[in-house]
């Protein structure tokens, strides 16, 4: 067991806001939640892995196969020009939500890891060389640091990361020396899916730019906590998923400027992608197409549109405030209980809470609490330099999505006596 | 709590984790090898002293869950003093039990007191644990002594 935590203070305990909507309303847009679980009510913590569905997009998956399906892009007929027209819907969806300038700019993916390989082995090959610089954080999940290693394998360029410290809070200060007119390269996340941090992605955006480094933001748990402007942040590429915002799995959606994506060479060939092809040139098609080769999701594009729409109903505003509500209620409850070590005080925090029991491993916890219905996510949350900076085998997590409540958590923390009752 | 967990978690599994047993590194080890699960980050580091083809000592050391010290601390101190092939034809056993169907009769007479981790069947993310140690024994032996992995 980590020595690490054992010197921490535990941070003050924070006044808890007020809930700000009926969540008992929120929750009956989502059949899932009323299922049982081993006997006992389901109490879904794992959202930061993937959220539940509400109906309007269930619904929309169904009657696209029931009733519009066909391929886009190509035929003249009804039901293809119809599902073309939902296909880029969402996409101006997408857009909209995100404030980019123009529907080239955002390109389908299967989610946030296609979208940083497509950077890294489109954007990253064309412009890394022996020599450069490639940065990122400790906290990165694993899909925004094995793309950037097995790039700079390639071009010779060499991986840089920046430090964090005890709290989970990026060092600001080691962010910006490691910025040099070598670094080609910023790639981080905004939220952290270990430890909660939200980092200042618009102070190191600027940061990064003033070397004229490009800068890629993996937004993977941003756009189900916070309200997103990519113009106002400035970021060269933002990439995102749409089943950690109550869409469906295996979509997603690359944001990039336009002067980039228009000089970057197409990330795979084939269909869809192309202007024309013959054996001797092949011209590709016009953005967003070119970086989309081949049938695409069409229903989890449409899917993910109509996710969005319910976001946008309820508002970050109030989505917001729910999930400070409910961090705030966990950050107190958990910390109150003998043994429990939060992992991650950041500054500024998303809804989810990391922890660690002394004496017992997060498996043990995860395993016991699952048979409460309770599940949470357990292990290194595929982000292990975090867990080897704390010196921690593993945590446990509990994330947090709109339709948790107040009540959960109590089950969580009841849960956890229950573990510690069994292990005592 | 509910009967799974306690077949889980058994009394002699958490005394198991809490004291384990041949917790402790080797000075004079012959073969050894690292376990590592990927899934969960457990890790254990293995090493025996063998004599002839008998295992004189054994001795583990590492982190992981409650199932997997258990599993590593009674395997230790069953396969003590056996000779190879009875450490080898146990594993087969207890690889046979853990991931046998749920209604399979367990022979707790050949398996004596490595019966108790039956209780994983009811439980397939959990298996793994169990067979962490044993498959990080077999790797010891094999004498490629490289980091193996359970999946």
Known sequence: MSEFFKERVVSEPVACPIDVYDVELIREDFPILSRRVHGNKLIYLDNAATAQKPEIVIDAVSEYYGSQNANIHRGVHFLSELASGLYEEARSKIRSLINAKSDKEIIFTRGTTESINLVAFSYGRANLKAGDEVLITTMEHHSNIVPWQLICEQTGAKLRVAPIDDNGDVIFEAYQKLLSEKTKIVAMVHISNALGTINPIKKMIEAAHSVDAAVLIDGAQSTAHVSIDVQSLDCDFMAFSGHKMYGPTGIGALYGKQEFLEAMPPYQGGGDMINSVSFEKTTYAELPYKFEAGTPNIVGAIGLGRAIDYIQKIGYAKIGQHHDFLLHYAHQALSAIDKVHIIGNARNKASLVSFVLEGIHPHDIGTILDQNGIAVRTGHHCAQPVMERFKLPATTRASFALYNTKEEIDRLVEGIYGVIKIFS | ?151
């Open chain 2, 1 to 151: 709590m509910n009967e799974y967990i306690r077949e889980l978690y058994q009394e002699v599994i958490l005394d198991h984790n809490k004291n384990p047993k041949n917790f402790k590194s080797l000075g004079c080890a012959t073969h050894s090898a690292e376990g590592f699960n990927p899934l969960c980050g457990d890790k254990i580091d293995l090493a025996l002293e063998i004599e002839g083809d008998v295992i004189k000592d054994i001795g583990f050391q590492g982190s992981g869950c409650a199932i997997s010290k258990a599993s590593a601390s009674v395997m230790t101190s069953t396969i003590k003093g056996m000779t190879l092939d009875q450490a080898q034809g146990l594993f087969k056993e207890f690889q046979e039990t853990i991931t046998s169907d749920l209604n399979a009769e367990i022979d707790t007479e050949k398996l004596g007191k490595l019966a108790v981790f039956a209780g994983v069947r009811e439980f397939p993310a959990r298996v793994k644990c169990a067979a962490l140690a044993w498959h990080t024994m077999i790797s010891a032996l094999d004498q490629g002594a490289k980091e193996i992995r359970t999946q």
